[in-house]
């Protein structure tokens, strides 16, 4: 079945260090992709989505690629911020039924 | 619009008590999804309803949860004899059938953080 891999955390870095946390994922087809956030004592929120292959989601400076090749959609910031420190889950979803598949997420924290 | 409300956002309860939450999801969104989010992990599957019609069960929905979307609205879920290992933060969202994923996304809701004792 389908399935979603993160790196394991937690990440630790310094404010304006280079963000990379990866995703790989097992899917027949092509699945939507997306990262979500979930910030300490909130709920989850989408951070950015792509839906085909060589499609680029941004959002707050974070991007990430839908990799057909390689099944990956690795996020990427090139500054973080303090303010960043949450955990950071990776899901896919098929259009027809919507349910999204997490993986187990990854949680960033960043060091002033 | 309030978003995704679930009620309650904490319930204690002793081993062996049933338990009842509710969601009540974005008045125009037809569909309702339930997880469940255990310490460390992702959000997992349980559920999920178009209107009031349930669609798709998880494996680890057994016997001993229900759900229920009366009327298309809003949605209940309940655990009969609960167990320690239900002790998990169970999220409802929503969407829009009409839209494809992704260009609304799911609305999640702030989740209901059970603990069973």
């Known amino acids: 079945g389908d399935s979603v891999t993160q790196m394991e955390g937690p990440v630790t870095l310094s404010e304006e260090a280079f963000l990379t946390i990866n995703c790989t994922y097992t899917?027949?087809?092509?699945?939507?992709l997306f990262w979500y956030v979930q910030y300490p004592g909130e709920g989850l929120q989408l951070l950015l989505k792509a839906t085909k292959a060589d499609d680029k989601g941004s959002n707050k400076g974070f991007e990430a690629t839908y990799r057909k090749e390689t099944t990956s959609f690795h996020l990427e910031k090139g500054s973080v911020q303090v303010s960043d420190s949450a955990v950071y889950f990776c899901a896919l979803s098929r259009s027809n039924t919507g349910k999204l598949i997490f993986g187990q997420g990854t949680t960033l924290q960043v060091k002033p | 619009d309030t978003g995704v409300s679930q009620d309650p956002r904490h319930k204690i309860t002793k081993r062996g008590q049933n338990v009842t939450f509710r969601c009540d999801p974005i008045?125009?969104?037809?569909?309702l999804y339930w997880y469940r989010q255990t310490l460390g992990q992702g959000p997992e599957f349980l559920t999920y309803f178009q209107n009031e019609a349930q669609l798709e069960k998880s494996r680890l929905l057994s016997d001993r949860f229900s759900a229920e979307r009366p009327k298309g609205s809003f949605s209940t879920l309940e655990i009969q004899r609960t167990e320690q290992g239900d002790s998990a933060m169970y999220l409802c969202?929503?969407?829009?059938?009409?839209?494809?994923?992704?260009?609304?996304?799911?609305?999640f809701g702030s989740g209901t953080r059970l603990t069973v004792v």
């Open positions: 969202a929503s969407s829009s059938f009409r839209s494809r994923q992704g260009e609304y996304g799911y609305t």
């Open positions: 899917a027949t087809g092509y699945p939507s």
């Open positions: 008045s125009e969104h037809n569909r």
